[in-house]
């Protein structure tokens, strides 16, 4: 099997915590992406109409526009992107929770990014 091309792929990291939005940045760049950054919902959705990111990856808990409510838009508004949510205290009712509201998987912090990357590259095919 080939191995997994990531040149071609954009992915947005939403997270009001910069250091995680510093860390998965260096972290997903290293493996190939095109990684671009939100610190909120608000953000994230203009980001995703201009720069058309195929991944997302979301945090759950977050001001104002929550992860909850922002992947059910994105996946009224663009059901083509992949919608990965992570969070630091995630339970079997959260998980449940972010999977029902659309999300193709969620994740625990501090996140393991090579599952991280095995996951999305089993979302695409």
């Given amino acids: 099997m080939p191995p997994f091309d990531t040149s071609d792929l954009k992915i947005l990291i939403v997270d009001d915590e910069a250091s995680f939005r510093k860390l998965a940045e260096s972290a997903l760049s ?10 909120a919902g608000e953000e994230a959705i203009a980001k995703i109409y201009y720069e ?3 991944i997302v990856l979301l945090d759950v808990m ?4 929550t992860g909850d409510e922002l992947v059910k838009m994105i ?3 663009k059901p083509e992107i ?7 205290h995630l339970s079997k009712d959260i998980e449940e ?3 029902q509201n659309g999300a193709n998987g969620c994740f625990e912090k501090p996140l393991d990014f090579d599952r991280f990357v095995d996951s999305v590259k089993q979302s695409l095919q």
Wanted: positive net charge; hydrophobic residues 40%.
């Fill in 97 to 99: 929770d972010c999977l």
């Fill in 52 to 54: 058309g990111p195929q």
């Fill in 75 to 77: 996946k009224q508004w």
């Fill in 30 to 39: 290293k493996r190939g992406f095109s990684v671009h950054l939100a610190e």
């Fill in 62 to 65: 977050m001001p104002r526009l």
């Fill in 82 to 88: 992949r919608v990965f949510m992570v969070t630091s």
